[in-house]
């Protein structure tokens, strides 16, 4: 498309360029001002290089009519730092790492009108709104318990972090 567009415009250039030289024609053997033909026609050209580029920069929005429909085409890849590449490395290996444990249902008790607790291996007694931590090896795991009802626990995932060693004499928590 934007040789088509610069062909086109290169087109419009020439033929502007040689309605001029007709009629510039007897002035020059009149004036012998060659120059100022010559920089008559350049600045047509440079007016003309920016028509084309605008031409070029409007076509960018368009759709290219040979795709698929529905096809959209991959957006440009972003060029990374190192500094970034070495972030996303890292991110990824902790990616890696995560295997969100399961949480063992123990038991629902009722605490209260309407009101229930769960008790889950590793964590304990457990109730609604209530955000739960769990580390396993070097990861720590969060959920948030949205609600216990007799039927059971909706749990929703939160987090998982590596697990940093707490330092002496600072609070963490």
């Given at each position: 498309?934007?040789h088509?567009?610069?062909?086109?415009?290169l087109?419009q250039?020439?033929g502007?360029?040689l309605a001029?030289?007709?009629?510039?024609a007897?002035d020059?053997a009149?004036t012998n001002s060659v120059?100022?033909?010559?920089?008559?026609?350049?600045?047509?050209?440079?007016?003309a290089?920016n028509?084309i580029e605008?031409?070029?920069?409007?076509?960018?929005?368009l759709?290219d009519?040979?795709?698929?429909v529905g096809?959209?085409?991959?957006p440009p890849e972003v060029e990374?730092?190192e500094?970034?590449?070495?972030?996303?490395?890292?991110?990824?290996?902790?990616?890696k790492?995560?295997?969100?444990?399961?949480?063992?249902?123990?038991?629902?008790?009722?605490a209260g009108?309407?009101?229930?607790?769960?008790i889950?291996?590793g964590?304990?007694?457990?109730?609604s709104d209530?955000?739960?931590r769990?580390?396993r090896?070097d990861?720590l795991?969060?959920w948030?318990?949205?609600?216990?009802?007799?039927k059971g626990?909706?749990?929703?995932?939160?987090?998982?972090?590596?697990y940093?060693l707490?330092?002496?004499?600072?609070r963490?928590?």
């Amino acid at each position: 498309m934007k040789h088509l567009a610069s062909m086109l415009a290169l087109l419009q250039v020439a033929g502007i360029v040689l309605a001029q030289e007709e009629e510039i024609a007897p002035d020059i053997a009149a004036t012998n001002s060659v120059n100022d033909v010559a920089v008559t026609n350049m600045t047509e050209v440079l007016e003309a290089t920016n028509r084309i580029e605008e031409a070029d920069s409007e076509l960018l929005g368009l759709r290219d009519p040979f795709w698929p429909v529905g096809y959209e085409p991959a957006p440009p890849e972003v060029e990374l730092t190192e500094e970034e590449v070495e972030q996303v490395k890292i991110e990824e290996e902790i990616e890696k790492k995560i295997h969100w444990p399961a949480l063992h249902l123990k038991g629902i008790t009722s605490a209260g009108k309407g009101r229930y607790m769960a008790i889950i291996a590793g964590i304990g007694l457990v109730e609604s709104d209530q955000t739960v931590r769990l580390r396993r090896g070097d990861m720590l795991y969060s959920w948030l318990i949205e609600k216990v009802t007799t039927k059971g626990v909706m749990i929703t995932r939160l987090e998982a972090r590596p697990y940093q060693l707490p330092t002496i004499g600072v609070r963490t928590q």
